[in-house]
Structures are given as structure tokens and as C-alpha cells.
């Protein structure tokens, strides 16, 4: 088993720190964790974020505190040291990027070439409306036109070619506001850009952990199946920011993808 997406920004960039993951790895019987960070906290990737922090006081705020706390050599020196070390699971390393499409051709000759074993494109902000912060952010807000943005970047994200995976492809539901129409055509179209870019998708389990009250675990039914359905790759994961917090559901979230 794998768990395709575990944070390691609450510790030290330290192997002694990595190596607690490794050891919740092998508790919970993984053969293989996949590390990384959110994008934001190298400077390099500082610029893209100027709208979103103009958009909202609380986001500009929230950013201030967390971004651009490391460079992104620190990050690669902690790699080379981690894969050095004999573990006794397979330790992959990436990034978390939140996908901005006038950023692509910024983002891909940033992390070309950097050794990464993957790259995971995200949306976590539409319009500059970061989503998934917090549920009285979207008062009087269109629900409609905010899915119907967010799947068009999410196809958008697809399309790039910059990824190898997509990062919570329906984190949009965590909050439990839902559009007055179908999701269907923007399923397929987003299932059928994965495929031909030759993108897996993150079956996570973090925002149901984060909102079990409103979130279901892992994708909605209809997207896994039509994801499967175009041969789209699916890989669980925990959403993990702390070592406890490792193969969260996973068992759960592989009979998922067996039975849909």
C-alpha cells in the first residue's frame, strides 16, 4: 500500500524527522510514502500569490505567516540526505504546487529538472478565493460559478502537462456547499484530460478528516468511477501534516476504489 501525500512542514528539515514518518509508515503496513511540501513555503515561490493576498485580508495574513519560510535548495539538500538512508519502505519525494494557469510557464522551469519523483498540481484557490480555509468565507457567494471555475482549472491543470498527479480532485465539497446542477460533463472532461496526460488522481482522505461533518471520504462516487473509467492511475493518501497522522483511512480508501 501507498500513501500518496504526506506533509513534512511542522518538523525540521531533519532525516531524524522524516524517519517518524517512516515509522508510522511501517505501523500502519506501507510499502510506500510519498513526502512534500506546499509550494508556498519556498520563497522562490513567493510571487505567484500576490491576487490571493490582495483578495482577502484573512489570507494575506494566514500567508504572511507560513510562506516563504525555506528556499528550495534546503529542501533538496534534505532529499539527498533522505535517500542515502536504508528504510524500510520506499520514501518519494515532490511537491505540492497550487495551480495558477498564467503561472504555468513560471512553474515549470522552476521545478525543471530539480529531481523531484513527483509533481502534484493543486487548486486550492478560484478566483483568488482560497476555498477550503474556512466555511463562512463562502457567504453570499455563487456556488454555482465557484465549481464551475474550479473544474475549468482543474482541467486547465490537466492540460498543462507540468504534473504527474492531481491533488484532491474534488476538494471543492469539503464545506458541504454543492452547485444546483450536474457534475457529470465536468467529471469526464477532467477524467479524460488525466488520462491523456497521463495523470493520476489523489484519492485523500484529509478533508474528511478535517470535515467529517460535511465531507465524504475520498472523491465523490460518480468522479472515482468515471475516473476509472478513462484509466486514470488512483492513489490513496492521507493528506498527512504530522506523523500520526499517516495511512489515515487508507485500508478505507483502497476498498473504495475496489468497489466503485
Not at 501525500?5 to 518538523?11: D, L, W
Not at 531524524?16 to 513526502?35: M, N, P, T
Not at 483568488?128 to 464551475?148: M, P, Q, T
Request: hydrophobic share 40%; glycine share 6%; proline share 3%.
Amino acid at each position: 500500500m501507498t500513501d500518496g501525500h504526506i506533509h513534512i512542514e511542522r518538523g525540521p528539515y531533519t532525516v531524524d524527522w522524516v524517519r517518524q514518518f517512516v515509522e508510522k509508515a511501517v505501523e500502519v503496513g506501507l510499502e510506500e510514502i510519498r513526502l512534500l511540501e506546499h509550494c508556498y513555503r519556498f520563497a522562490e515561490f513567493v510571487p505567484m500569490y500576490g491576487s490571493v493576498c490582495a483578495y482577502s485580508e484573512y489570507v494575506d495574513a494566514w500567508f504572511h505567516r507560513s510562506a516563504g519560510v525555506h528556499k528550495l535548495s534546503d529542501y533538496l539538500e534534505l532529499i539527498e540526505q533522505v535517500r542515502s538512508e536504508p528504510f524500510p519502505v520506499e520514501v518519494k519525494f515532490g511537491l505540492e504546487i497550487c495551480y495558477f494557469k498564467e503561472w504555468e510557464g513560471f512553474i515549470a522551469e522552476l521545478t525543471k529538472d530539480k529531481g523531484f519523483d513527483f509533481l502534484l498540481g493543486s487548486i486550492h484557490f478560484v478566483d483568488d478565493f482560497a476555498f477550503d480555509h474556512k466555511a463562512e468565507h463562502w457567504a453570499g457567494l455563487a456556488v454555482d460559478k465557484i465549481y464551475h471555475r474550479y473544474f475549468e482549472d482543474s482541467v486547465s491543470l490537466a492540460k498543462s502537462k507540468i504534473f504527474d498527479g492531481i491533488g484532491h480532485p474534488d476538494a471543492i465539497k469539503l464545506f458541504g456547499h454543492k452547485p444546483s446542477y450536474s457534475l457529470s460533463s465536468h467529471y469526464e472532461s477532467l477524467a479524460q484530460e488525466l488520462s491523456k496526460s497521463n495523470m493520476y488522481a489523489d484519492q485523500n482522505s484529509g478533508v474528511y478528516r478535517r470535515c467529517p461533518e460535511t465531507a465524504s471520504l475520498g472523491m465523490d462516487e460518480e468522479l472515482l468511477r468515471l475516473l476509472k473509467k478513462n484509466g486514470v492511475k488512483i492513489i490513496p493518501s492521507s493528506d498527512a501534516h504530522c506523523p500520526e497522522d499517516v495511512g489515515y483511512k487508507i485500508k478505507e480508501l483502497y476498498q473504495i476504489i475496489l468497489s466503485v
